[in-house]
Protein backbone atom coordinates (compact mmCIF):
# COMPACT_ATOMS: atom_id res chain seq x y z
CA UNK A 1 0.00 0.00 0.00
CA UNK A 2 1.15 3.46 -1.11
CA UNK A 3 0.60 6.54 0.51
CA UNK A 4 1.01 9.90 -0.98
CA UNK A 5 1.18 12.77 1.58
CA UNK A 6 3.65 14.57 2.15
CA UNK A 7 5.82 14.75 5.15
CA UNK A 8 5.32 17.38 7.89
CA UNK A 9 7.62 19.74 8.50
CA UNK A 10 9.37 20.04 11.53
CA UNK A 11 7.44 23.19 12.74
CA UNK A 12 9.60 23.80 16.14
CA UNK A 13 12.83 23.46 14.01
CA UNK A 14 11.43 26.09 11.44
CA UNK A 15 10.62 28.37 13.77
CA UNK A 16 13.64 28.37 16.01
CA UNK A 17 15.32 29.27 12.34
CA UNK A 18 12.99 32.49 12.12
CA UNK A 19 13.68 33.24 15.99
CA UNK A 20 17.68 33.29 14.88
CA UNK A 21 17.32 35.45 11.59
CA UNK A 22 15.71 37.96 14.55
CA UNK A 23 18.25 37.97 16.30
CA UNK A 24 20.80 38.22 14.12
CA UNK A 25 18.82 41.23 12.98
CA UNK A 26 18.25 42.73 16.35
CA UNK A 27 22.15 42.54 17.00
CA UNK A 28 22.80 44.44 14.15
CA UNK A 29 20.67 47.06 14.71
CA UNK A 30 21.55 47.01 18.91
CA UNK A 31 25.13 49.40 18.17
CA UNK A 32 27.09 47.09 20.49
CA UNK A 33 30.13 48.32 18.70
CA UNK A 34 29.73 52.00 19.77
CA UNK A 35 28.38 50.96 23.52
CA UNK A 36 31.63 48.85 23.77
CA UNK A 37 33.48 51.96 22.57
CA UNK A 38 32.07 54.48 24.95
CA UNK A 39 32.77 51.93 27.87
CA UNK A 40 35.80 51.81 27.04
CA UNK A 41 36.37 55.37 27.70
CA UNK A 42 34.34 54.79 30.75
CA UNK A 43 36.14 52.26 32.38
CA UNK A 44 39.40 54.51 31.62
CA UNK A 45 38.11 57.45 33.34
CA UNK A 46 38.69 58.01 36.84
CA UNK A 47 35.28 59.40 37.73
CA UNK A 48 33.64 56.30 36.58
CA UNK A 49 36.57 54.34 39.09
CA UNK A 50 33.53 53.48 41.73
CA UNK A 51 31.87 51.77 38.42
CA UNK A 52 34.55 49.84 36.87
CA UNK A 53 33.58 45.97 37.73
CA UNK A 54 30.13 46.70 36.27
CA UNK A 55 30.83 48.84 33.79
CA UNK A 56 34.00 46.30 32.67
CA UNK A 57 31.40 43.37 33.20
CA UNK A 58 28.86 44.84 30.75
CA UNK A 59 31.78 45.31 28.27
CA UNK A 60 32.93 41.87 28.44
CA UNK A 61 29.42 40.29 28.16
CA UNK A 62 28.44 42.69 25.28
CA UNK A 63 31.89 41.59 23.59
CA UNK A 64 31.05 38.39 23.70
CA UNK A 65 27.93 38.29 23.10
CA UNK A 66 27.53 41.12 20.02
CA UNK A 67 24.64 42.48 21.63
CA UNK A 68 23.71 44.61 24.13
CA UNK A 69 20.19 44.63 25.82
CA UNK A 70 18.15 47.75 26.97
CA UNK A 71 18.68 47.12 31.03
CA UNK A 72 22.80 47.30 29.93
CA UNK A 73 21.91 50.63 28.34
CA UNK A 74 19.49 51.33 31.02
CA UNK A 75 22.72 51.05 33.57
CA UNK A 76 24.96 53.10 31.71
CA UNK A 77 23.04 55.47 31.98
CA UNK A 78 22.15 55.44 35.41
CA UNK A 79 26.04 55.27 36.23
CA UNK A 80 26.43 58.33 34.37
CA UNK A 81 23.76 60.57 35.64
CA UNK A 82 25.44 59.69 38.68
CA UNK A 83 28.24 61.25 37.76
CA UNK A 84 26.93 64.17 36.31
CA UNK A 85 24.97 64.58 39.29
CA UNK A 86 27.70 65.12 41.85
Not at 9 to 34: F, G, H
Not at 54 to 60: A, V
Not at 64 to 71: A, G, I, P, R, S
Amino acid sequence: MHFSHKPRKNIRRDSVRRRSKKRLNMCQSCEWEETIKELSGLCDDEDYEFAFETLSGIMEWIENKHHVTEKQLTAIANIKRAVEDR
